[in-house]
């Protein structure tokens, strides 16, 4: 299975990695992931859902290997407090494992958890609608 985005296509959206070996390892896994979570709903892979799959696998391994900083703070942190007598500094990391795992937002741009309707008849039969 080829990964759902190149170190190209990542390199395009967030700068050069620092390993693209590593780089590539994560990508393959959020690919593994997305077509994990496709099979399970039944979704059909398709050449109009690529950009979307594409997209999804960048922003996802983004978010497992923590590159960037802002404001010189580690990538990934959600809460930061600091006190300056007598010294004191906190930091909360939203993926400090570095999992890798899809968001809602990817979820519906990849056309997951959609509501499904069906019925069961009287007689134990079943349709999907």
């Known amino acids: 299975m080829e990964p759902f985005a ?41 050449e109009e859902g690529a950009g979307g799959r594409m997209q999804a696998c960048r922003s996802v391994a983004h978010r497992a290997l923590g590159d960037g900083e802002v404001a010189d703070l580690p990538f ?12 004191s500094a906190s930091v909360s990391v939203g993926n400090a494992y570095r999992d890798v795992f899809l968001t809602k937002a990817e979820r519906r741009m990849l056309g997951l958890g959609r509501a499904r309707a069906g019925f069961a008849g009287p007689w134990g039969e079943a349709a999907d609608g």
């Open 6 to 46: 190149t170190v190209e296509q990542y390199a395009a959206r967030y700068g050069p990695p620092d390993d693209p070996e590593l780089l590539g390892e994560v990508l393959m896994d959020a690919t593994r992931l997305i077509a994990a979570e496709l099979e399970r709903e039944g979704v059909a892979l398709s």
């Open 76 to 87: 990934g942190v959600t809460q930061y407090s600091q006190t300056a007598g007598p010294f």
